[in-house]
């Protein structure tokens, strides 16, 4: 089973700051997706990234897919109160026919008002 | 369109109890998914099933069976609730079995 892991686990800033957040393996995926998670929802597909090297932007939240595919990270610039939530990244299992998503733990963001 | 939903939102048991959680999905997806939500223990994969008429296990399918009723539903149950049984549970659906769309969740409690 290929393993995503996700750096840092909790973060607390302030309304107004920056940040990243890392999702990291050891296997070399196809595609990965970010999710956002609101407390008392499922998670909510925000981007899915496919080419090495790719950079997508969604209003004040870019994704990043590292140039060997084992990696991405998003950053959220002058963060607010609404990207509060549980933020996964997600990928394929490989081998054939396989229709099962690995899916991180998350970063758990809290940004204060 | 509704996407995914999923019946009840909520639900206590009593150990020994059996119930039965609903997922429909409108969007003609071929592929729909069960996962349970711990704390730290991030989402896992219960059941899933590729197409209409086939199921296969998860990460963690003891002690619940599914059953694909049809492209729209796929229902997750519990024979026997136990108490380890206490999650959120969250159906998904996929049309290519990466891209996932998820329901609202099933806040279940086992006592």
């Known amino acids: 089973t290929q393993l995503l892991e996700q750096s840092p686990q909790f973060l607390s800033i302030q309304e107004g700051e920056n940040l990243t957040v890392y999702c990291n393996s050891s296997?070399?995926?196809?595609?990965l997706q970010w999710y956002r998670q609101e407390p008392g929802e499922g998670p909510v597909l925000l981007v899915t990234v496919v080419t090495g090297g790719e950079v997508k932007k969604l209003k004040r939240l870019t994704f990043q897919f590292g140039d060997a595919r084992k990696d991405s990270s998003l950053h959220i610039t002058a963060a607010q109160p609404g990207d509060t939530g549980l933020y996964l990244c997600?990928?394929?299992?490989?081998?054939?026919?396989?229709?099962?998503?690995?899916f991180g733990k998350g970063t758990k963001l809290s940004v204060i008002p | 369109n509704a996407g995914v939903t999923q019946t009840p939102k909520f639900q206590v048991l009593k150990t020994g109890q059996s119930m039965t959680l609903q997922c429909a999905q409108d969007m003609n997806h071929n592929s729909m998914y069960w996962y349970r939500q711990d704390p730290g223990m991030g989402l896992r994969l219960i059941y899933y099933s590729a197409s209409e008429g086939t199921t296969d296990k998860g990460e963690v399918p003891n002690g619940y069976n599914v059953s694909r009723l049809n492209k729209r539903e796929f229902s997750l149950r519990l024979e026997s609730a136990a108490p380890s049984q206490t999650s959120v549970y969250f159906c998904?659906?996929?049309?290519?079995?990466?891209?996932?769309?998820f329901g609202p969740g099933t806040r279940l409690t086992v006592l």
């Open positions: 997600a990928g394929p299992e490989s081998g054939a026919g396989s229709y099962q998503l690995t």
């Open positions: 296997s070399v995926f196809s595609s």
């Open positions: 998904a659906s996929s049309a290519t079995g990466d891209e996932q769309f």
